[in-house]
């Protein structure tokens, strides 16, 4: 399968200091790929970096047959599902995943709206179209996120914690929606995560990241890796132990 | 404009138009597709859309080709696609799955003149009410403080009080050196005309003192610190934060509210002062500058016109409006709801509110004073 995101030797931090350095990693189309690691590693900074949100210390993040990506002049090559959702308040949900096709297509009024329709169906929200993010549960607005993500059918989906402050049923419909979009629409989809049930179940390939190592330190298909890695780190990880203090 | 990847083509009656769709269908010529495909089923009742030649289709093309077809179907009418093959077939299955529920806008309200009216005066006395009840806990919240002063959060008062007071010392002193002076130069014209030059002064100085120095003092204390207040804590109440104050066993009145109202009672009449003396300069600048005046001269009739009772009653004006900044900004702020757009509603309403009490008080004052004879 081809390569969608080609990142080399990639440093991450704040300030010139580095949380992370020399990640390298292929992403390739149609893939769930899952960045994995504890709390502070620096998940969040390399998603941003990846997204064009944050410069990089050092390396390139190198999108194959797509465009640069947060470029203000272009449509947007890829969608962004945020930790918090970041839907907008004032606006329904309808309205928030009408707003990039309004930006971006030329579609009539009613065309716009039509596909905005269809992008809430699909994940389920169109009875909720004109409820306010704050009138709907944080499952609700998750979802919101992921169809105002998916408007103007990118070929990457970018996902930064989806099921963090969900509960395991929720969790499990959200983990069932990122795999009929890749199933179904094609989508290539890089998750940033910690949820062990969602690794495992949607994910294709991950790359485990840790702070005290400060870069990656196993990479492969996570049920693999939880069941034959023989490094302690990845161990505790997916055995959710607590690391021995030398460790 | 460029001709589409796509191409469409119709034959037959409107009671079994063929549509055939060929090449690669995406949402980037999803106006150009919605347009023609509606062309193609104008008029036609039922319909079959053939898309064996279709090489690609997306999510929206996908989309807008469903939505055509719920269109048809509410209409009375039928539209199928045949042939399709692979990922098109599964997209379209897939969206055409979903499709149940309506695309419609709900219609906006009718309102009329009188209902608005009536929503205003409604919103009005519940903030009204609000604020009222918000200065009954105040007042027994003080009660409480003074009696127990270790429940206060005094930790950050002395930071409100740099942000409130010295931070914004250098805009009260121009804006109310500007203010005297533009009372003056208007003042000095009018009453040079009349050979009255030696009574600037007691314009200036009693415009300034008992008016005009703690309203606009209040006003920039308003625009500043208020709005500061008000946009803080509608920020805390919709992170929740003020919940988990109350969760732990802290009073959102006493650990937030307390302080600031005491930081701007304590800092406004300063200010006030403050304001009131470049006022009163910048009336002398005028004096000296436009009526040829010796300093000594204005500064001598702004003696004999200006009585410690007129500062006084300046004075207590700008603690009573420290009182309503503080209350009416932090209660705007903590009736804060939504998100984002709620803690900017907040603000301006913190604002809007404070200036038309600001006002309203000064009204107030001035009238009572006329009848006690101050």
């Known amino acids: 399968m081809a390569k969608v995101l080609e990142v080399r030797d990639l440093a991450v931090g704040y300030g010139g200091e580095p949380l992370l350095e020399e990640i390298s990693f292929d992403v390739l189309r149609g893939e769930v790929f899952a960045i994995l690691g504890g709390s502070g590693c620096g998940k969040s900074t390399l998603l941003r970096t990846l997204i064009g949100l944050q410069e990089p210390i050092a390396g390139r993040v190198h999108f194959r047959g797509i465009g640069p990506p947060a470029k203000a002049m272009t449509p947007p090559q890829f969608g962004v599902l945020f930790q918090s959702s970041a839907l907008f308040g004032s606006r329904t949900l309808l309205q928030n995943v009408l707003l990039p096709l309004q930006k971006w297509t030329r579609l009539p009024a009613a065309a716009a709206l039509a596909v905005a329709m269809a992008r809430l ?83 294709d390939q991950c790359i485990m990241l840790d702070g005290a190592a400060v870069g990656i330190i196993a990479r492969g298909a996570p049920r693999e890796l939880s069941e034959r890695s023989t490094d302690p780190r990845v161990q505790a990880f997916f055995r959710r132990q607590v690391l021995p203090r030398n460790l | 404009m460029p001709s589409p990847a796509f191409t469409l083509s119709s034959s037959g009656p409107g009671d079994c138009r063929r549509v055939q769709l060929a ?258 300069l910048g009336g002398l600048a005028i004096a000296v500058s436009y009526l040829d005046q010796p300093v000594v001269v204005y500064l001598q009739s702004l003696q004999q016109a200006v009585s410690l009772l007129d500062i006084g009653t300046g004075l207590l004006k700008s603690v009573l409006f420290a009182v309503a900044i503080g209350l009416i900004a932090c209660q705007r702020g903590l009736a804060t709801r939504g998100g984002a757009d709620g803690v900017g509603r907040a603000t301006t309403s913190a604002v809007v509110v404070v200036l038309f009490a600001l006002v309203a008080l000064d009204a107030v004052f001035t009238w009572v004073f006329s009848l006690l004879g101050w």
């Not at chain 1, 009929?180 to 949607?202: C, F, K, N, W, Y």
């Not at chain 2, 010529?29 to 039922?46: F, I, K, N, P």
Request: some cysteine; glycine content about 10%.
């Open chain 2, 23 to 280: 090449g690669p269908i995406t949402l980037a010529e999803g106006a150009e597709l919605w347009r023609q495909v509606r062309t193609a089923l104008a008029g036609a009742t039922s319909a079959e859309v053939n898309m064996a030649q279709v090489t690609r289709l997306d999510g929206g093309a996908a989309a807008l080709l469903t939505a055509v077809a719920t269109e048809m179907m509410r209409s009375g009418g039928g539209l199928q696609f045949v042939d399709a093959r692979g990922d098109v077939a599964r997209l379209l299955a897939l969206y055409d799955s979903a499709r149940t529920g309506s695309c419609e806008l709900p219609e906006p309200k009718a309102t009329t003149v009188l209902a608005d009216v009536g929503d205003f005066a409604e919103r009005a006395w519940r903030t009204t009410q609000a604020i009222l009840a918000f200065l009954g806990d105040l007042v027994v919240g003080t009660i409480q403080a003074v009696r127990r002063p270790r429940t206060v959060h005094f930790g950050e008062l002395g930071v409100l009080l740099e942000r409130a007071g010295a931070d914004g010392l250098p805009i009260v002193m121009l804006i109310n050196f500007l203010v005297g002076a533009i009372l003056g130069l208007q003042g000095a014209i009018q009453l040079h005309r009349f050979g009255g030059d030696q009574f600037l002064a007691n314009l200036v100085g009693l415009s300034v003192i008992r008016e005009l120095g703690p309203l606009m003092t209040a006003i920039l204390v308003t625009g500043r610190s208020g709005a500061a207040y008000a946009a803080e804590l509608g920020t805390m109440t919709v992170n929740e934060e003020i919940d988990a104050l109350r969760t732990l066993g802290q009073d959102p009145q006493r650990f937030l509210v307390f302080p600031r109202v005491l930081a701007l009672v304590l800092v406004v009449p300063v200010l006030t002062l403050v304001g009131d003396f470049v006022g009163s």
């Open chain 1, 121 to 203: 169906r699909l994940v389920g929200l169109d009875r909720f179209a004109h409820h306010l993010p704050s009138a709907v549960s944080g499952g609700m607005r998750k979802r919101a996120g992921i169809a105002r993500a998916l408007a103007l059918d990118p070929p990457v989906l970018f996902f930064d914690e989806p099921s963090a402050g969900l509960d395991p049923v929720t969790a499990a419909e959200l983990d069932e929606l990122i795999l009929t979009l890749a199933r179904d629409l094609g989508v290539t989809i890089v998750l940033v995560t910690h949820e062990l049930p969602s690794i495992l179940q949607v994910a």
